[in-house]
């Protein structure tokens, strides 16, 4: 198992109107059999940093800096052949957003796992049913469903279907864009526990990318918040949900209530994130900003250590020493 350190990773959409910065200098270290979350409203940038990873972008889409290694192997640089053969679905898998509506309904689920290994491993037609039922019981579906369709599988097991279509070929690293966003939150909990049992059983490493800050706290070892294409704070899931300091982030797990808590009123974070055509000045984050002044406006905070180890800010009001300014949004 490797690790994935992701440096300075830009990938812009190129548009008539000029580029869309949607993934902007982006870098982290997913250790080996970590999971890490990346959270932030819609818009953010977090399912084309996904797709960048695993290269699926689409044709305006152009990684234009960066580095992406996983364990030796750069990937950016790598040739697609190289890539594709070697890489893609083999060390590095991906559910997509929204998977589990993208089923074929005129196939069986089975018949569709065993197609993704067929597709990627050289294996006979009855290794690869034996194989797709070994990874439904993984994600708890009862292999006697292999031969049922799309539509007697519920929500919930649509979900583990797609996650094991991901396993398909024993990834290391497994990136879920938004896993459990349609789904009830009993189902919810479900697929979550589903998703805890193979990273403990596989060993995998995991990006998961959630708007849901609780699930990202009940899955996760380390966060990154994202705003405009950027990573704005990262640590620990614990020093980051619980002590958070970037005023994003503040307003961010204010708008999610705790309901044993006494009632308090509903917090949300004015106006929505800008259009990454042509992002804000300084701070990205600026505009929407209680704290902000004209050197938020003027000058791009750096995402570095501040106070805890690990638990990095990108906020000139956050003091080397991790003190922070208390934010209150409306
Ligand atoms: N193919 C594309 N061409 C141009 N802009 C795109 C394309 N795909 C996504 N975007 C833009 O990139 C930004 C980030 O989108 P996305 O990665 O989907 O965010 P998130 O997953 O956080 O909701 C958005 O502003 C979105 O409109
Ligand atoms: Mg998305």
């Not at 929204?98 to 065993?114: D, E, F, H």
């Not at 290391?172 to 526990?193: R, S, Y």
């Not at 990454?276 to 791009?300: N, T, V, Y």
Request: hydrophobic residues 40%; charged residues 20%.
């Amino acid at each position: 198992m490797a690790q994935l350190v992701v440096e300075n990773l830009k990938m812009y959409y190129h548009t008539r109107n000029g580029q869309v910065r949607a993934v902007d200098d982006i870098s982290f270290t997913l250790e080996a059999g970590r999971a890490l979350g990346v959270v932030g409203e819609s818009g953010c940038g977090k399912s084309s940093l996904g797709l960048t990873l695993l290269r699926l972008l689409p044709s305006n889409g152009r990684v234009v800096g960066g580095s992406v290694r996983l364990g030796s192997d750069e990937l950016m640089a790598m040739e697609e052949e190289a890539f594709r053969k070697g890489v893609r679905w083999k060390r590095l898998a991906m559910v997509f957003q929204g998977a589990m509506n993208a089923l074929n309904p005129v196939l069986t689920v089975g018949s569709q796992i065993a197609e993704a290994i067929l597709a990627h491993e050289k294996a006979t037609k009855e290794e690869a049913v034996e194989r797709a039922k070994k990874l439904l019981e993984m994600v708890g579906i009862n292999p006697a469903r292999y031969s049922h369709y799309p539509h007697e599988f519920s929500g919930g097991m649509k979900q583990r279907a797609v996650i094991a279509m991901a396993l398909a070929c024993n990834p290391e690293v497994v990136i879920a864009d938004e896993p459990t966003t349609a789904l009830d939150v009993m189902v919810q909990a479900q697929v979550l526990k589903a998703i805890s049992d193979l990273r403990q059983r596989l060993g995998l490493s995991m990006i998961l990318v959630s708007h849901d800050l609780s699930v990202v706290a009940q899955t996760c070892d380390d966060v990154a918040v994202m705003y405009a294409g950027k990573i704005v704070e990262y640590g620990p899931v614990e020093e980051v949900l619980v002590n958070p300091k970037h005023p994003y982030t503040q307003g961010l797990t204010q708008a999610f209530p705790d309901i044993r808590a006494e009632r308090a009123p509903i917090v949300s974070i004015p106006g929505t994130p800008p259009n990454l055509l042509s992002p804000p000045s300084g701070c990205r984050f600026h505009p929407r900003c209680p704290l902000a002044d004209a050197r938020c406006a003027a000058e791009e905070p750096v995402l570095e250590e501040k106070g805890a180890p690990g638990h990095r800010v990108a906020c000139h009001y956050v003091s080397k020493s991790g003190e922070v300014a208390e934010v209150k949004f409306a």
